[in-house]
């Protein structure tokens, strides 16, 4: 019988010190809760934003690619994020050139260096930028293709050709040797490019042959 009245004793005492906790707990708890079922929700809107997001910008790209105009891709390039705005921004660059824009090429080319992305795609938005802006602006276009060589930058050896091209066009044919003669020191070039620049460093070499034996004959 006092086994039983102590039994009873203790689920009262249990029973009124879950009652107090409860009491004292329960804003906590019901907040805690709420939290949990907030957070799953938020991360549920996220992913499926993104998704959404993600398929918009699939059928804006697909869109501008088919209408093979500048103007859709402008738009995307504005609106869309990571990957879609670089390609969408390289397809700007190349529809802008196709409609004759060569400085609003560069620009958006420009964009692509500026932008967050990799350093793969931006040195590549490099490129293209001095690219255009060799027939356009030599300096400028010399600046960023030193630029890219000094960063021992992926695209490094074609900097260093269209470097050398540079100088050639201006014919400062020593300049011009002298990156030829860089870029054929580095490994790892492909056949086509050393075939290239052999073969032109054989034309300078020709040509300052050609010029000191003119000068010598003028002399004599």
């Not at 869109?63 to 609106?79: H, M, V």
């Amino acid at each position: 019988m006092r086994i039983n009245f102590l039994h009873g004793l203790d689920d009262d005492i249990r029973e009124q010190a879950m009652h107090d906790w409860w009491k004292d707990n329960r804003n906590f708890i019901i907040f805690a809760v709420f939290i949990l079922f907030a957070s799953f929700g938020a991360t549920q809107y996220y992913k499926q934003h993104k998704e959404q997001t993600i398929q918009q910008q699939a059928i804006a790209f697909y869109e501008a690619k088919q209408a093979k105009s500048s103007e859709g891709f402008s738009d995307l390039a504005e609106d869309a994020n990571g990957g879609y705005r670089a390609m969408a921004l390289f397809e700007l660059a190349q529809a802008q050139m196709n409609e004759g824009k060569t400085a609003e090429a560069a620009e958006t080319y420009a964009q692509i260096r500026e932008s967050d992305a990799s350093v793969l795609i931006r040195d590549l938005g490099a490129v293209l930028e001095a690219q255009i802006l060799m027939s356009s602006d030599i300096e400028a276009s010399n600046e960023k293709l030193k630029a890219l060589v000094s960063s021992k930058s992926p695209y490094m050896l074609t900097a260093l050709e269209l470097l050398a091209v540079n100088a050639q066009n201006q014919e400062d044919y020593a300049t011009a040797q002298n990156f030829y003669q860089e870029l054929l020191a580095q490994g790892g070039m492909a056949e086509a490019m050393r075939d290239r620049a052999e073969k032109r460093l054989t034309y300078l070499k020709g040509l300052g042959v050609l010029a000191a034996n003119t000068t010598e004959g003028a002399t004599n």
